[in-house]
């Protein structure tokens, strides 16, 4: 048996019956197994490709099986999912596709399963993807499931992005949108600033909009993750985000800042870099104690002196009411908008967690709002675009606090940061998009106290 399968099988099952994070469980089960570089490059594209286009494989097993996913084994469903992914979407050979994943059900499944997993791989190997794409379209009964399973996306994540698109005046780029969540995002890096290093294009191609960001080639990308941390793997929605907040406007020496939800850290580094260079403090939080573990790990490539307290963040501001100038409200969300890196989001999260986020990220923002002190600027970021969970939650906040609140310009903040205008419509917050800005799709406010 191919390893490379092997752990590409056992990181999907674990997805999908323990709620594992691919992005965290694959290198820990590709370093496990020892696989050498092309097989952990099979095996991140085999467990990456399947994860993403999920859906559509589903409604193909069920055509080709005659029966719903939901009466197929799970472990054997994992099977299937993993041979019509290489049937469908790679160039490994059929035999090999086929025999391997059968491989997988007689070692990991019932062997009287076998002979069925059989005949649903080799009824789906003798149609070309075109042919599937039709029959799964010609079967869909209304025009949102057509998209749904072409694009692998479930229905009200459509009908969420379609929303959000709408509003940007994007409303007939839907279809890009969720061609750019299937498609492997490159490597992005950042060069933290005041650390010592040089500038971004001292390393390799710099960013079309942050100031800190660049890509490398290929294999060269993840080398430089060698200077003790202080290059890093980051988005670059996720830096604009955490800089539209140290950069808002001139800091002031002694400015006090907080990091509220910063697990696992990667902007709480970037503004660390960013207090240590303007005389500013900065204090992080996170309530799940690893995921603590982890910011005090990233932090370090900066400094050993930040606090990480692990506390819930709602608590905060009634233990230190008015005491920061500057808040990250990084808000737990339902991550819709970073489906290029963690793409099993989309089958993880449903309506009710909107509604069950949506209440957590207010409750935050209330807290936030009261620890900050008059003058202060706190920045409200999801990677997420569903409008519940931003504008929406921004403008109750707006409501309760009246006055009280003033939202800040976040596309004039921008502009004034990036090195490239990003095309954004009239503010105040500002939604990024994969198609269009090639970053995850970070929303972002940034909302003053009076
Ligand atoms: C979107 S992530 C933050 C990502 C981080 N800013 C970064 O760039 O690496 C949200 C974090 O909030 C944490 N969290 C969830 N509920 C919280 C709460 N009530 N108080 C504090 N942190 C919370 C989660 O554990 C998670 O680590």
């Avoid at 993880?348 to 069950?356: G, I, L, M, Q, T």
């Amino acid at each position: 048996m191919s390893p490379a399968r092997i752990v590409a099988f056992e990181v999907l099952e674990a997805v999908e019956m323990d709620d594992a994070y691919a992005n965290l469980l694959l290198p820990v089960r590709i370093g496990r197994a020892a696989l050498s570089d092309v097989d952990a490059r099979l095996a991140t594209e085999l467990t990456y490709g399947t994860l993403r286009m999920r859906g559509f494989y589903d409604r193909v097993i069920e055509i080709a099986a005659n029966r719903p996913t939901s009466k197929i084994d799970p472990r054997v469903l994992d099977a299937l999912r993993l041979g019509a992914h290489q049937l469908l979407s790679t160039r490994i050979p059929t035999h090999a596709a086929v025999n391997e994943s059968v491989e997988l059900v007689r070692r990991y499944a019932t062997r009287s399963a076998i002979g069925f997993a059989n005949g649903v791989l080799r009824a789906i190997s003798r149609r070309s993807t075109d042919e599937w794409r039709d029959d799964v379209s010609a079967e869909a009964r209304t025009d949102d499931e057509r998209l749904a399973e072409l694009s692998s996306h479930p229905e009200w994540v459509i009908r969420a992005f379609r929303g959000a698109l709408e509003r940007d005046g994007l409303g007939d780029t839907l279809d890009e949108l969720l061609e750019a969540d299937n498609v492997a995002p490159v490597v992005n890096l950042i060069a933290l600033p005041g650390v010592g290093l040089g500038e971004p294009d001292d390393y390799g191609t710099p960013n079309r909009y942050s100031p800190l960001g660049f890509t490398r080639d290929g294999e060269g990308a993840l080398e430089l993750d060698v200077h003790g941390g202080r290059i890093r793997v980051q988005d670059e929605g996720s830096q604009l985000a955490a800089l539209a907040l140290s950069r808002a406007r001139p800091v002031v020496a002694g400015e006090r800042w907080l990091d509220l939800c910063a697990g696992p850290g990667g902007k709480a580094v970037l503004l660390a870099a960013e207090a240590l260079a303007s005389g500013a403090v900065l204090d992080a939080n996170e309530v799940i104690p690893v995921r603590a573990d982890l910011v005090r790990s990233a932090l370090s490539a900066v400094s050993t002196g930040i606090p990480v307290s692990v506390v819930d963040g709602r608590a905060i501001g009634d233990e230190r009411p008015g005491y920061y100038d500057r808040i990250l409200l990084d808000a737990p969300c339902t991550g819709l908008g970073a489906l290029r890196r963690r793409p099993e989001a989309r089958w993880r999260k449903s309506p009710r967690d909107v509604a069950e986020l949506t209440r957590l990220q207010g409750e935050l923002l209330d807290s936030a709002v009261a620890a900050l002190r008059p003058g202060g600027i706190l920045a409200y970021v999801t990677c997420s675009p569903h409008t519940a969970e931003t504008h929406g939650v921004v403008k109750g906040a707006l409501s309760r606090w009246g006055d009280t609140l003033t939202p800040l310009d976040v596309p004039t903040v921008l502009d004034g940061l990036t090195r490239h205008p990003l095309d954004l419509p009239a503010g105040p917050h500002a939604q990024l998009w994969p198609h269009r800005d090639g970053t995850d799709a970070m929303f972002i406010a940034l909302l003053e106290k009076h």
